[in-house]
Nanobody
Framework: QVQLVESGGGLVQAGGSLRLSCAAS????????MAWFRQAPGKEREFVAAFSWSGNRFYADSVKERFIISRVSRLNTVYLQMNSLRPEDTAVYYC?????????????????WGQGTQVTVSS
């Protein structure tokens, strides 16, 4: 099994920044993709960003130029630096992992999920 533990959420004013962390432990993979998704109240879960095993990073259009995903492989940890936050970024942010090198934005193609961390952006 794989455990994903997120941290770093909180309350921030519009225009501020937060950095989320997600540490993976348990089963090891020869390659994996890690991603962030978010779900706002009353809305569907949506893709935010992903970091593939090959080093490709891809983002939702709504966060491009504002969010940066990074990874420290030796720590099995992925980060999401969120800048210029907006009230519409308010959501529970989830870390996800897929145990191979396949790049995908589809949540149902990820095998493991964290518990989520709340991000609230006040106007």
């Amino acid at each position: 099994q794989v455990q994903l533990v997120e941290s770093g959420g909180g309350l921030v004013q519009a225009g501020g920044s937060l950095r989320l962390s997600c540490a993976a432990s348990g089963r090891t993979f020869s390659s994996y993709t890690m991603a962030w998704f978010r779900q706002a109240p009353g809305k569907e879960r949506e893709f935010v960003a992903a970091f593939s095993w090959s080093g490709n990073r891809f983002y939702a259009d709504s966060v491009k130029e504002r969010f940066i995903i990074s990874r420290v492989s030796r720590l099995n940890t992925v980060y999401l630096q969120m800048n210029s936050l907006r009230p519409e970024d308010t959501a529970v942010y989830y870390c996800a992992l897929r145990g191979d090198a396949y790049d995908t934005r589809r949540g149902n193609e990820y095998n493991y999920w964290g518990q989520g961390t709340q991000v609230t952006v006040s106007s």
